[in-house]
């Protein structure tokens, strides 16, 4: 490939990664699943939570980030463009999870949490039909932070 095809390929995968936070954060899940390419795989090493397909990524996916505030930050990059139909990269990634009720992370038992995650992001992508599309996500976390969410009101005596 020339020298401008690949930096157009990486732009088009920044793209493609910035949608794929975006949609996840609105609850986007039609327009998140079509991020992802047909045998497309998910896996969160830090809360062993994995999906082996493009059909488990639509459903799995959005069951575990529904009612769940979430804020998606990806940061530095490294994208290698292995041919015209294939890529891989690598995100550092920042998350805020807000949890609340029976919906919590996996391993975390309060009735209100948030975790505050940091790692990486490890992906395969693929080009399909002309568009590049996420085939392989692993996410490997290198710190995560449990916060316990107070929502008691305040007493009537510390209101002033």
């Not at 290698?80 to 690598?90: F, T």
Request: charged content about 30%.
């Amino acid at each position: 490939m020339e020298q401008l095809e690949i930096l157009l390929v990486k732009d088009e995968l920044r793209e493609l990664k910035a949608r794929y936070w975006r949609f996840a954060d609105t609850k986007q899940w039609d327009a998140f699943v079509e991020l992802f390419a047909d045998g497309a795989t998910f896996a969160d090493h830090g809360a062993d939570f994995r999906c082996a397909d493009r059909e488990e990524i639509a459903t799995k996916i959005p069951a575990a980030l529904e009612r769940v505030i979430s804020i998606h930050h990806g940061h530095q990059h490294e994208l290698e463009i292995l041919d015209a139909d294939r890529a891989k990269g690598i995100w550092v990634m920042e998350d805020y999870l807000i949890y609340s009720g029976e919906n919590q992370f996996p391993g975390v038992d309060l009735s209100t949490s948030a975790v505050h995650g940091y790692g990486h992001y490890v992906e395969e992508y693929a080009r399909h039909d002309g568009a590049w599309k996420c085939a392989k996500i692993d996410l490997y976390r290198l710190r995560l932070e449990v916060e316990s969410l107070v929502s008691n009101p305040l007493p009537e005596d510390l209101r002033g």
